[in-house]
């Protein structure tokens, strides 16, 4: 049996979502539950990636399938597609199965040309109408199908405007859209050295290949890759029969979600326009009206629309995001799915529906994308720095929290202005489109003149989690001259601005911030979240600040404190120094008695901090050469110190120099060559233990000494000889012990496939994901990033390994090395201490190969945190 590719509304349901798409599925769902959905039919996921297996063709069967369902949908409404009498209009849209706002193409009106038009018109008595719709099918047709700049088309229309005399689109006379329709096509025929495509069959197929080639676009890409969206998904096309918004007074088009997107308050919010098409509400091209006043110009119709609300909020058990039309006083259903929301919107509309009964506490869990969570862990803004600032604007507070950067005018500009300072960026546009994604995403916060709380600006800013102010009328942007006016000042590109995306004020000034908290709705999911999580959550922590922050969102305890971080304040790099000059061992060790009280001085607050929880400490890892001078002035000072030549110094450096220092002499290799360095390390860690369980008898402190980098068990072996005799040294002279683990850092391939045989000296493994990806892929951390970006455009990697854990290779070693450590020493303690303890999908996989815990930086804990919650939910151990 050949398969299926198209099916109508009626034949799906909400389950169908990896065959039509999140819309295709749920405009079924709504024609299921008998709403007013215009009556359509989807072309499937799986007709998209035969499209892209096929070298980007439609295959015949599948042509004449879609034209099998065309002419059904012909029978359903009574209309004929290409028909002068009667006309079928259509509305092409995509559907992916994860949604992502604003990132494809959406096609409306297709179906018309010079002859249909006039039928259009002759069977509405609307000329207006039926060329608006017209010119605005060239220019949606021209943009997504023929890929002509959007731009060319608006600047034609503006000149109209201007020639007129008026100020928004529905001023303009039958008589101008019908000359906008002819100017359009002179604009095509010129760019495009054809006519314009006049049979609607062309057009229809010309559509959906472009929806399916919009999968492929750069902003899907980069959208993809920062939502984990695997490509092989592909994306389902909507084709739908036209309501029209724009046939006067009595039609209309609007957004509006069951709850407030942007705060989770329980009330019906969203926006619409009278005389218009949904595009105009979206693009912010005129100021809509809110969703309650429709209840004034039209109340059947809002009372309609607000039972739909809530009936579709019920049914889904979640807040819904709606697109609806209102043609000539009749409401149709254009879509429905789960709102993006805030983090700040989420956390409350989760706890909220537990409340109201509607879910579980699991559901309110699963409902949470924890990377959302980083846009409540950044610093808010000093509430005495904000009171001594003046705004210089304000418009409409379109995804809250602060953001203060410096003025990028263009996407391009915000990444490259972010690349080469490293300072915080916010991006001012007239408006944003989807080809600003990447810029979007880099920036602190963003700034629109125009668009409302539903336009793609704040729409795609509060998915992001990213501070959004939107449709700011009084902002005069000079985009070629990079600057622009607001409240009698001129800003420039390059000066700081700050915006706060909860009351909309636009201040033309820095303004300090102060940390986040977590307290209410986020603290009370926190709290579900840790009884469901089976995954410890400790944080990466070099100093007890960092611990204390990690503390404060959650931790458990600490899964890495890196030594070496302790040694480049301006007291500790001269005796570091001095120590890696030495010529002789009694050299070094006078050099390292100078660093001992430093170390334990910094153990001692890391373990006050902590309070008895677990603490991790890595002896020295990287490379020495990265501790010596290379200014002049600094080498001729520590060569005046030590005795010793300039010219000496600097042959010690050039010696120390590696081809390749992240695979060289570093990590337990130091401590093979220079012992000395570990019995100093093991000292102070002791000595702080000791001397902290004295002060605080109620703690129970037991330090984890971890050896770096070992690879064979002979190397861990003797490190730990060391780390034991200096231990039992020490117990005596003090009469005093504490207990202690001796483990390591599983970080080169070796280890991973030898697990079995470290466990017989290692009492916990912590994999050091960085490098083991590093050195499994052959990836140098530092240079993947020039490379990286030609792979992703090529397809040969989704995601960068180093951001989410390579499942299938390295993810493979670190299974590897849980199964084989287990089996030799089934209590030993398993954890991941790389960057990818904070990232959802990969904490997702830890779970699943039996780690006991994972270790983050102190801002991912919270992400970690849920994440494990719902890995546990998904995957029950």
Same mark, same amino acid.
């Given at each position: 049996?050949?398969?299926k ?15 039509l798409?999140?819309?295709?599925a749920?405009?079924?769902e ?16 799986e007709?998209?990636t035969?499209?892209? @297996? ?6 015949p @069967?599948?042509?004449a399938?879609i ?5 059904t949908?012909?029978?359903?409404t ?11 209009m ?20 297709l ?6 038009v006039e ?13 608006d ?18 731009s060319h088309?608006?600047?034609?229309i ?13 001023e ?37 290949k ?6 492929d ?20 096309v909507n084709v739908?029969s ?26 019906l ?7 218009a098409?949904?595009?105009d ?13 429709l ?19 019920k ?18 259903m ?25 879910i579980?506490k ?18 808010q803004?000093d ?13 409409l ?5 602060a953001?203060?950067?410096?003025v990028?005018?263009s996407?391009a ?9 490293g300072?915080?960026?916010v991006?001012?546009r ?17 700034l ?13 800013a ?13 902002i ?9 006016q ?33 307290s ?27 611990a204390?922050?990690?503390l ?8 890495l ?30 050099a ?12 001692e607050?890391?373990f006050?901090?902590m ?5 991790t ?5 990287p ?9 002049e002035?600094?080498i ?5 110190e ?25 990590g ?5 060559s ?17 001397n ?21 068990v ?8 060391i ?9 005596d002279?003090v ?6 683990l ?14 079995? @045989?470290?466990?017989?000296e290692a ?6 994901t ?15 990033g020039?490379?990286l ?25 670190v @299974? ?12 030993i ?29 102190p801002?991912?804990?919270p ?15």
């Amino acid at each position: 049996m050949s398969a299926k590719y198209v099916y109508l509304f009626s034949e799906g349901n909400g389950k169908m979502r990896e065959l039509l798409g999140g819309k295709g599925a749920n405009l079924a769902e709504m024609t299921n539950l008998g709403m007013p959905v215009p009556q359509g039919f989807t072309v499937t996921t799986e007709a998209c990636t035969r499209y892209y @297996e096929d070298g980007k063709t439609i295959a015949p @069967e599948i042509e004449a399938e879609i034209f099998t369902y065309l002419k059904t949908l012909e029978e359903m409404t009574g209309k004929t597609f290409g028909s002068k009498e009667n006309p079928l209009m259509v509305s092409v849209r995509s559907g992916a199965r994860a949604s992502m706002p604003g990132m494809m193409d959406t096609i409306l009106n297709l179906g018309l040309n010079d002859e249909v038009v006039e039928g259009l018109s002759a069977l509405t008595q609307n000329e207006r109408f039926a060329y608006d719709s017209y010119r605005r099918f060239i220019q949606m047709y021209s943009d997504v199908v023929c890929e002509l700049p959007k731009s060319h088309f608006e600047r034609i229309i503006d000149e109209m405007k201007e020639k007129r005399g008026v100020q928004h689109d529905t001023e303009l006379t039958a008589a101008d859209m019908k000359e906008l329709v002819s100017l359009f096509k002179a604009a095509y025929k010129e760019m495009m050295k054809e006519d314009f495509p006049s049979d609607p069959r062309e057009q229809l197929m010309g559509a959906i290949k472009a929806v399916f080639r919009s999968w492929d676009n750069p902003r899907a890409i980069y959208y993809r890759r920062m939502n984990d969206i695997p490509s092989s998904w592909g994306t389902a096309v909507n084709v739908q029969s036209m309501a029209y918004g724009n046939m006067g007074d009595t039609s209309g088009t609007g957004v509006a979600f069951t709850r407030n997107p942007a705060t989770g308050e329980k009330k019906l919010y969203g926006e619409f326009l009278m005389n218009a098409q949904g595009e105009d509400v979206v693009a912010g091209i005129r100021t809509p009206q809110t969703i309650d006043q429709l209840r004034d110009v039209m109340p059947e119709v809002y009372e309609q629309f607000a039972a739909i609300a809530e009936k579709l909020e019920k049914h889904y058990h979640d807040m819904q995001d709606m697109e609806f039309t209102i043609e000539r006083g009749k409401l149709y259903m254009l879509q429905t799915r789960n709102g993006k929301r805030t983090a700040a919107a989420a956390l409350k509309i989760a706890c909220d529906l537990v409340d109201e009964g509607m879910i579980t506490k699991e559901e309110a869990v699963l409902m949470v994308n924890p990377k959302s969570l980083d846009a409540l862990l950044h610093p808010q803004f000093d509430p005495a720095a904000l009171k001594a600032a003046k705004p210089i604007g304000s418009a409409l507070p379109a995804s809250p929290g602060a953001a203060c950067g410096r003025v990028a005018f263009s996407a391009a500009d915000a990444v490259k202005m972010i690349e080469e300072t490293g300072d915080p960026v916010v991006l001012v546009r007239l408006e944003t489109s989807p080809e600003d994604i990447e810029g979007m995403h880099v920036s602190q916060g963003i700034l629109t003149a125009r668009g409302g709380m539903t336009s793609h600006a704040a729409v795609v800013a509060r998915g992001m989690g990213t501070c959004c102010v939107a449709g700011c009328g009084d902002i005069v942007i000079h985009e070629d001259e990079k600057l622009f006016q607001l409240g009698g000042k001129t800003i420039h590109e390059g000066d700081y601005i700050s915006l706060d995306g909860t009351t909309g004020n636009i201040y033309g000034e820095a303004i300090k911030t102060v940390p986040a908290t977590i307290s209410g709705d986020f603290g009370r999911l926190m709290g579900w979240a840790d009884e469901i999580r089976q995954l410890g959550i400790h944080t990466n922590a070099d100093t007890p600040q960092d611990a204390q922050q990690a503390l404060d969102f959650g931790a458990e305890g600490i899964g890495l404190t890196r030594t070496e971080h302790m040694f480049f304040g301006a007291d500790r790099i001269r005796p570091m120094r001095k120590m890696i000059l030495s010529k002789t061992e009694e050299q070094r060790r006078k050099a390292l008695a100078e660093l001992l009280p430093m170390q334990r001085g910094d153990f001692e607050g890391i373990f006050e901090v902590m309070h008895g929880l677990p603490v991790t400490i890595r002896l020295l890892d990287p490379p020495l050469h990265e501790f010596l001078p290379k200014e002049e002035s600094d080498i001729e000072e520590i060569a005046g110190e030590m005795g010793l030549s300039a010219v000496e110094v600097k042959d010690t450096i050039t010696s120390l120099h590696e081809f390749n220092p992240m695979m060289g002499h570093r990590g337990c290799r130091l401590a093979v060559s220079y012992p000395e360095i570990a019995e100093m390390q093991t000292r102070a860690i002791l000595e702080a233990a000791i001397n902290v369980s004295k002060k605080h008898p109620g703690w129970k402190i037991v330090p984890e000494i971890m050896v770096p980098l070992a690879g064979e068990v002979k190397e861990l072996a003797y490190v730990k000889s060391i780390i034991v005799d200096t231990a039992n040294k020490l117990f005596d002279e003090v009469g005093s012990k504490v207990d202690y683990l001796v483990g390591t850092m599983v970080e080169v391939p070796r280890a991973a496939l030898t697990a079995d @045989e470290i466990a017989q000296e290692a009492e916990f493994f912590s994999f050091g994901t960085n490098d083991l990806t590093q050195m499994c892929m052959g990836f140098s951390r530092d240079d993947a990033g020039r490379f990286l970006g030609v792979y992703y455009d090529k397809k040969l990697y989704e995601q960068d390994p180093f951001a989410r854990i390579d499942q299938k290779g390295v993810g493979k070693l670190v @299974e590897m090395g849980v199964q084989l450590g287990r089996k030799t020493r089934p209590d030993i303690h398993l954890g991941i201490c790389g960057e990818h303890g904070g990232d959802p999908s990969s904490v997702e996989f830890f779970h699943r190969v039996g780690l006991d815990y994972v270790s983050c930086s102190p801002f991912r804990v919270p992400v970690a945190r849920l994440a494990a919650a719902q890995a546990a939910i998904r995957f029950p151990r």
